[in-house]
């Protein structure tokens, strides 16, 4: 069994390597289609074209990063990504300075 604890962020943070959960291909198309069926168009192509652009060089700790950001509203999301509001410290960090670019959001025509 492992230990889990709270990190200074407030998520947790697991102690044993062994418990963390494979990046399996249905964990990846779960995620897959949670990005991709936000509830609105605007929100599915920044977060689906955010998943399909870096989602193959993701480790666990970039995985997990997107999974909890998934429960998030979108409205939020948005923001935070739009600039419209300040990243909460979960959230800071690379991968949201690069959700903050928007050029991975290709809309077809």
């Keep these: 069994m492992f230990q889990a604890r709270v990190a200074p962020n407030g998520l ?15 964990r990846l198309k779960r995620l897959h289609f949670r990005a991709w069926h936000r509830g609105t168009r605007e929100a599915d192509y920044m977060i689906g074209c955010y998943f399909d652009t870096y989602s193959a060089d993701w480790d666990e700790a970039a995985m997990v990063w997107f999974e909890r950001l998934l429960d998030e509203d979108d409205v939020e999301i948005m923001a935070w990504a739009l600039g419209t509001q300040d990243v909460p410290a979960a959230y800071a960090g690379p991968q949201m300075d690069a959700m903050r670019r928007l050029d991975y959001v290709t809309i077809p025509r």
Excluded: D, F, R, V
């Design 12 to 26: 947790g943070m697991i102690e044993s390597p062994a418990s963390l959960p494979e990046i399996t291909t249905e």
